[in-house]
């Protein structure tokens, strides 16, 4: 299985609501990663775990929160968003943290805020 | 400041035609470059990679090119298909760092 499963495949929520990304892997890849893109942007990394421990935040809003429950799974908890907050979260992993890494990518969660 | 860029923006090309994509780059110190493909609402997925000692790479109909000293790499796409039409990523990795470039959005035409 070289698969990183994201659930839901689209998402579209309210300013007020609570939802939650999902993303799974069975590589025993100890590196995983969110990362936001924009349309027509390249991908920005948001946050990084390393074995189940968050080893990288580049500054989000608490808005964003993540949660790696076991070295399989990776979610994203999400509260009060904003509509600049719409866009396509991608989750990844790799072998390692380093960024000699291959990075296996999901298919997104395209996420709209109304 | 590490940067990557990418040229051109935007392509279209008739289908079973060659095309050259271009990435520069100000990463240093230099590590490894990769090209990904990503597929519109998809996530993007490695074609190549590329590290100091090597100059060219082959991956089926894709062929990656890199010259360390002036810090270019391109991407040759041989007899394009309908499938191809993406965006194409250059990725250069320092020892800590990842940088991405903005994409060459292709559009290969029937």
């Known amino acids: 299985d070289t698969e990183v499963t994201q659930t839901p495949k689209h998402l579209v929520m309210g300013m007020t609501n609570k939802k939650s990304l999902k993303c799974e892997q069975h590589?025993?890849?100890?590196?995983m990663y969110w990362y936001k893109q924009k349309a027509k942007k390249p991908p920005e990394l948001m946050f990084v775990y390393s074995y189940e421990k968050l080893s990288i935040n580049e500054s989000v809003p608490s808005r964003f929160s993540p949660e790696c429950p076991n070295s399989s799974l990776l979610n994203l908890h999400l509260h009060a968003l904003q509509p600049e907050d719409s866009a396509l979260y991608l989750c990844?992993?790799?072998?390692?943290?380093?960024?000699?890494?291959?990075?296996?990518f999901g298919s997104g969660t395209q996420l709209s805020v109304l | 400041k590490n940067q990557v860029e990418q040229s051109p923006q935007s392509l279209i090309i008739l289908e079973g035609k060659n095309c050259t994509l271009q990435?520069?780059?100000?990463?240093?110190?230099?590590?490894?470059l990769r090209w990904y493909k990503q597929d519109t609402g998809r996530g993007p997925v490695s074609l190549t990679i590329?590290?100091?000692?090597?100059n060219t790479k082959s991956n089926g109909r894709y062929t990656a090119t890199l010259d360390a000293d002036t810090k270019q790499s391109s991407l040759h796409i041989t007899a394009s298909q309908l499938s191809d039409s993406a965006s194409y990523i250059c990725v250069v990795s320092g020892y800590s760092t990842l940088t991405f470039g903005k994409g060459t959005m292709l559009l290969v035409s029937p």
């Open positions: 590329m590290t100091f000692s090597e």
């Open positions: 990435c520069n780059y100000t990463v240093s110190p230099f590590s490894n």
């Open positions: 590589m025993g890849h100890r590196a």
């Open positions: 990844a992993s790799s072998q390692g943290q380093g960024a000699n890494e291959k990075l296996f």
